[in-house]
T-cell receptor, first 112, second 113 residues
Framework: KNEVEQSPQNLTAQEGEFITINCSYS?????LHWLQQHPGGGIVSLFM???GKKKHGRLIATINIQEKHSSLHITASHPRDSAVYIC??????????????FGKGTKLSVKP | NAGVTQTPKFQVLKTGQSMTLQCAQD?????MYWYRQDPGMGLRLIYY?????TTDKGEVPNGYNVSRLNKREFSLRLESAAPSQTSVYFC????WGRGRTQYFGPGTRLLVL
């Protein structure tokens, strides 16, 4: 079983829709990251969370440490939001060295 | 600032050939990482360097070697390429410390025939 699971794997939305991508993990963590991989391949970090909620523009990320779950929301989606969204966690067990464990990603396509 | 740069962008190798992937960062970061990304799988850590002068194995180190040449540069070497090493390779860097944001290079697409 993967330590980080994302759902859905693929998501198609119409422009303007509210989008939610989910991430569940099975290990204790010190932080969780959301990343965006553009169609051209580049990867950028969107958020780093250890508790609560963060907002940047139309993007909102939440985390529930007790339930081992995080969500990434996109409000008023736009075709330029089309990308792969990747969840990654920093496990807090000994020997992990603080290295990221990645989910397989959610491919989002927003149609005009 | 260029951020994290990688060369080459694309490479085709024959089985058994060797090559070195280069990575450099200009953000004065202590830690650097090499990942591979394969279809249907998440990014997987090959090697990392927590600070200049140190390197450690990640999840999938077999068939690779690394060199942390200085604080800026971290190279990945394939001594004898195999078709299973066909992948997209990403270099990343971050400040030292657990959970720091990682900054990724543009990737190197490698095809081993």
């Amino acid at each position: 079983k993967n330590e980080v699971e994302q759902s859905p794997q693929n998501l198609t939305a119409q422009e303007g829709e509210f989008i939610t991508i989910n991430c569940s993990y099975s290990v204790g963590i010190s932080a969780l990251h959301w990343l965006q991989q553009h169609p051209g391949g580049g990867i950028v970090s969107l958020f780093m969370l250890s508790s609560g909620k963060k907002k940047h523009g139309r993007l909102i990320a939440t985390i529930n440490i007790q339930e081992k779950h995080s969500s990434l929301h996109i409000t008023a989606s736009h075709p330029r939001d089309s990308a792969v969204y990747i969840c990654a966690v920093i496990p807090n067990y000994g020997g992990s060295q603080g290295n990221l464990i990645f989910g397989k990603g959610t491919k989002l396509s927003v149609k005009p | 600032n260029a951020g994290v740069t990688q060369t080459p962008k694309f490479q085709v190798l024959k089985t058994g050939q060797s090559m070195t992937l280069q990575c450099a960062q200009d953000m004065n970061h202590n830690s650097m990482y090499w990942y591979r990304q394969d279809p249907g799988m998440g990014l997987r850590l090959i090697y990392y360097s927590a600070s200049e002068g140190t390197t450690d194995k990640g999840e999938v180190p077999n068939g690779y070697n690394v060199s942390r040449l200085n604080k800026r540069e971290f190279s990945l070497r394939l001594e004898s390429a195999a078709p299973s090493q066909t992948s997209v390779y990403f270099c990343a860097s971050s400040d030292w410390g657990r959970g720091r944001t990682q900054y990724f290079g543009p990737g190197t697409r490698l095809l081993v025939l």
